[in-house]
């Protein structure tokens, strides 16, 4: 329903717009004869006995991802988190490890994890990637990597973070969880640095329920990270080194390639609601829509914006409690930045840590609701809401204070 009068915004009593919720992560699900395929696929599996372990789905999967990313090896395993762990293990990773502090907070983690420590870098306002000048600074003798993160599909400025890395000796690994079917430079991305780590998260583009993929082009490095993900197992009795469990299994695999076949359904469905955004956010004075390099393949996943609160008239946080209320469940991705976080934030080096665009980043990025899921109506539905929000942006403010005011003195 269009809101005409502000007493008919939920937060102000009236019926909210998306009474069921409207989520950011909202899977891509197969329907119809996708479904069967799946169902054909589970069933294979069931019908075969045969589950994990590298089985023929895996394997399949393993395959359609190097196509696509045209990397030479692609070891799938149970989720991104893991993946990077193992790609930093296989890397022989030690000490100190430069990341951007503005990433899911599993960047950090996979690190932190293996006993590495994060070293965290600032962002760039333009794409929200590593900021190659925020690098060098950080590089001591300690320093045996950087890992940095395609963040929303767009890639980080390789070039640059290579041609640094070469110089101070120290090994690069990409953090590409978002970044499956997006492309730098006319080239997919898969190949980069040491091995990149795609996601395939239920809220992902191309999703698996849960999963991962690691891809590289070092044959060695390829063989290494498959024995980590199997106990370290070359063959039957015979442990070769340390490893763990991350295997993939066939049932995940099934709803990977399943996702796989969707993609370019996918891809169009995410174009028109990112155009959507685009179309109907235009012209709105404190909300910027990160935009999408058309010359190259994205998977437009993600609808970030940045409320800029003094031309908006509402902060972001304002505007998410309007939008909340409604039932559209935006998202404060990646606040308040991996260095302002527990356990970052308990080092000293952390807190006293200056990274002006990250903590601007974490202060303004709303990201709405988007994905395949999300039809291009009810992008438009969530557009109206945020234009009526910020037209009556001094209003809101004032009732926010009133009723602020009323809860602290009472009537
Ligand atoms: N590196 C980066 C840069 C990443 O962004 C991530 C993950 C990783 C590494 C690690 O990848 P994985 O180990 O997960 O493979 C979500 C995802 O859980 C996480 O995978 C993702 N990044 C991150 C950006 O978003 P949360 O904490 O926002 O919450 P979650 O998963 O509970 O749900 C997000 C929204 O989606 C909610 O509104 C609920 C909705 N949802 C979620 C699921 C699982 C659904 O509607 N259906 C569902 O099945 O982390």
């Known amino acids: 329903m269009v809101k005409r009068h502000l007493s008919q915004l939920a937060l102000l009593g009236g019926s909210p717009a998306f009474p069921g919720k409207l989520h950011v ?40 991802v190097a196509r696509i990313t045209g990397a030479r090896h692609a070891i799938a ?4 988190t893991q993946g990077l762990q193992i790609a930093a293990k296989a890397c022989g990773l030690t000490g100190e490890v430069i990341v951007p502090a503005f990433t899911f907070i599993a960047t950090a983690h996979a690190l932190s994890w293996i006993g590495l420590t994060p070293i965290f870098a600032d962002v760039t306002p333009e794409t929200h990637s590593l900021d190659p000048n925020s690098i060098e600074a950080l590089i001591t003798a300690h320093t045996s990597a950087i890992v940095a993160v395609h963040l929303w599909g767009i890639p980080c400025p390789i070039e640059s973070i290579g041609e640094i890395a070469r110089r101070h000796h120290v090994q690069v690994i990409y953090d590409a969880a978002h970044a499956f079917g997006c492309s730098h430079r006319g080239r997919m991305i898969g190949s980069n640095g040491r091995a990149e780590v795609f996601s395939f998260h239920a809220t992902k583009f191309i999703n698996a329920g849960e999963g991962g993929v690691i891809t590289t082009d070092d044959s060695d490095l390829a063989q290494r990270i498959r024995r980590m993900t199997s106990f370290g197992f070359t063959d039957v009795d015979c442990v070769s080194d340390l490893g763990t469990n991350a295997k993939m299994s066939e049932v995940t695999a099934a709803m ?14 995410n174009r028109i609601n990112y155009l959507t955004y685009e179309k109907e956010l235009a012209g709105l004075s404190g909300i910027r829509l990160l935009s999408n390099d058309s010359r190259e393949s994205r998977n437009y996943q993600y609808a970030v914006t940045e409320i800029d609160a003094d031309q908006a008239g509402l902060s972001r946080d304002q505007l998410l409690e309007v939008l909340q209320a409604e039932g559209v469940l935006a998202r404060r991705y990646f606040y308040p930045g991996c260095h302002r976080a527990e356990p970052y934030l308990s080092l000293q080096s952390n807190r006293e840590r200056s990274l002006p665009v990250t903590e601007r980043l974490s202060s303004s990025v709303l990201v709405l609701p988007a994905g395949a899921a999300v039809d291009p109506d009810e992008v438009s539905e ?7 929000a910020l037209k009556h942006a001094d209003d809101l403010v004032l009732r926010s204070e009133e009723s602020v005011t009323y809860a602290i003195h009472g009537s």
């Open 25 to 64: 992560g909202r899977p891509s699900v197969p329907v119809a004869e996708n479904r069967e395929r799946l169902m054909d696929r589970i069933n294979g599996a069931l019908d075969r006995k045969w589950l994990s372990n590298h089985g023929p789905l895996v394997r399949e999967f393993e395959q359609e």
């Open 77 to 80: 395993v149970c989720n991104a």
């Open 256 to 269: 990977g390639l399943t996702s796989i076949e969707m993609m370019e359904d996918i891809i169009r469905a």
């Open 382 to 388: 969530v557009c109206e809401i945020i234009r009526f």
